[in-house]
């Protein structure tokens, strides 16, 4: 069982849609971070998100932390191409340690 | 960020062998090291912790005889994986972590025959 669960699992849209990936728990994180990775390479940090209500705007990504530190969601706004990956969650529950959430794969098609 | 090399990027080895799979810290002195295992399309499972200079502390079900981990400098982390079968093949990353975020290497793609 992991610590975190991530929704949905798969994702295939056209691109210009929005979309929105869901991180949840019911442990509280210290931290919580959204990474992007592609087949055979290391996930990459996306941001990181600390405080309770967080939002963060990188371009056409949207993070929001929920107010408990429990759950975080990431919306795309008008999708791309280029978006295509898995899209991960992690959480910091005490330290530097961190878990993963299940993973979202996402398709962007052309 | 810090940035993270693994080495081999890839290996093939045959059942019953060992392989041993090197995590650098470049830029970074890194006290802690993390190593996960992923499965195709699946997420990221951290194995174990590494401290420098002490024992590895491992997460539950991982077997630590079995995946051996050495960390005897600020910058450089091994994990061997010991009498490997097929069904350690797998992608094996390695993380630094600085403050609230962490750093993955490229990731190494073991596959035992």
């Known amino acids: 069982t992991q610590l975190l669960e991530q929704s949905p699992q798969f994702l295939s849209i056209q691109e210009g849609e929005n979309l929105t990936v869901y991180c949840n728990s019911s442990s509280v994180f210290s931290s919580l971070q959204w990474y992007r990775q592609e087949p055979g390479e290391g996930p990459v940090l996306l941001v990181t998100v600390v405080t309770g209500g967080e939002v963060k705007k990188l371009k056409r990504l949207t993070f929001q932390f929920g107010d408990a530190r429990k759950d975080s969601s990431l919306h795309i706004t008008a999708a791309q191409p280029g978006d295509t990956g898995l899209y991960l969650c992690?959480?910091?529950?005490?330290?530097?340690?961190?878990?993963f959430g299940t993973g979202t794969s996402l398709t962007v098609i052309p | 960020g810090a940035v993270v090399s693994q080495h081999p990027s890839r290996v093939i080895c045959k059942s019953g062998t060992s392989v041993k799979i090197e995590c650098r810290s470049l830029d970074f002195q890194a006290t802690t090291m993390f190593w996960y295992r992923q499965f195709p399309k699946k997420s990221l499972m951290l194995m174990a912790t590494s401290n420098e200079g002490s024992k590895a502390t491992y997460e539950q079900g991982v077997e630590k005889d079995k995946f051996l981990i050495n960390h005897a400098s600020l910058t450089l982390s091994t994990l061997t994986v010991t009498s490997a079968h097929p069904e350690d093949s797998s992608f094996y990353i390695c993380?630094?972590?600085?403050?609230?975020?962490?750093?993955f290497g490229p990731g190494t793609r073991l596959t035992v025959t």
């Open positions: 992690a959480g910091a529950l005490t330290g530097n340690q961190f878990y």
């Open positions: 993380s630094v972590s600085s403050g609230h975020e962490q750093y």
